[in-house]
């Protein structure tokens, strides 16, 4: 079962000390966050002492926070970005600029806990980059910024570091994952309808998106107060986490 807390707080299991701090999960940590921050709301909601137009604002914060972090990854990747992120992380610079650094006295102390993401402090790294490293400066800055979008093949999904999944992947998982407990190849026929092409395509997201898929499982399971069954777990080891629990 996904382990909790004394608050009951999720700590998932298929998102181990490995994939703790990954980048490659980023958006499901997101997620789990949200998830969590939501449950302690609930919990801590009737209590006297509570500031809650403080826990509002650090909710809102929070908030905030995932969606410049998912926005900046769009833009790192050049994954279906829109004006809407760029002028987000933007918005999450100035935000986190102005909350860290504005302490009075020397400035590396009283710093506040809000601070400038990697993904967006990357994002805009790697704009000042791109400006400087142009051959003419003079309305380069839209183009460093991606605030004008180029052409280009549109990606069939956005990337795994998003946290996404596809709704095929979903549907393999669920079936992996559930009585009779089948093997992939199994699952890739009814998925697919035995269409060669979608075969083909499906194993590529599997190699993709497995991971995810399976914690957003896991997610739902702790949700529910659910446990892995021991078929689960066997199924986990062979299709997602070889060493799962062991």
């Known amino acids: 079962m996904p382990k909790k807390d004394k608050l009951g707080i999720l700590d998932l299991e298929t998102l181990d000390d490995t994939w703790t701090k990954s980048a490659e999960?980023?958006?499901?940590?997101?997620?789990?966050?949200?998830?969590?921050?939501?449950?302690?709301?609930?919990?801590?909601?009737?209590?006297?002492?509570?500031?809650?137009?403080?826990?509002?604002?650090?909710?809102?914060?929070?908030?905030?926070?995932?969606?410049?972090?998912?926005?900046?990854?769009?833009?790192?990747?050049?994954?279906?970005y829109t004006p809407d992120d760029v002028e987000q992380v933007m918005r999450h610079f100035i935000s986190a600029h102005d909350k860290s650094f504005n302490a009075k006295g020397i400035k590396s102390l009283d710093r506040g806990k809000y601070e400038i993401d990697d993904e967006v402090a990357y994002y805009i790294k790697e704009s000042f980059l791109r400006y400087l490293d142009s051959t003419q400066k003079k309305g380069e800055l839209d183009k460093a910024f991606k605030s004008v979008k180029t052409g280009g093949v549109k990606k069939p999904f956005p990337s795994a570091r998003q946290g996404y999944v596809p709704d095929d992947i979903k549907e393999m998982t669920d079936i992996i994952m559930n009585p009779p407990y089948p093997t992939l190849n199994s699952a890739l026929e009814i998925v697919s309808g035995g269409d060669k092409a979608k075969i083909s395509n499906l194993k590529r997201w599997w190699k993709e998106y497995k991971r995810n898929s399976i914690i957003m499982f896991e997610i739902g399971l702790g949700t529910k107060d659910l446990d892995f069954s021991d078929e689960m777990v066997e199924q986990i080891r062979k299709y997602y986490i070889k060493d799962f629990r062991k």
């Open 25 to 80: 999960v980023g958006m499901l940590q997101w997620v789990l966050k949200l998830i969590n921050a939501e449950h302690q709301k609930k919990l801590t909601s009737g209590l006297t002492n509570l500031d809650k137009k403080e826990s509002e604002k650090e909710n809102e914060e929070l908030y905030e926070q995932y969606q410049s972090f998912g926005s900046a990854l769009k833009l790192n990747e050049d994954d279906d």
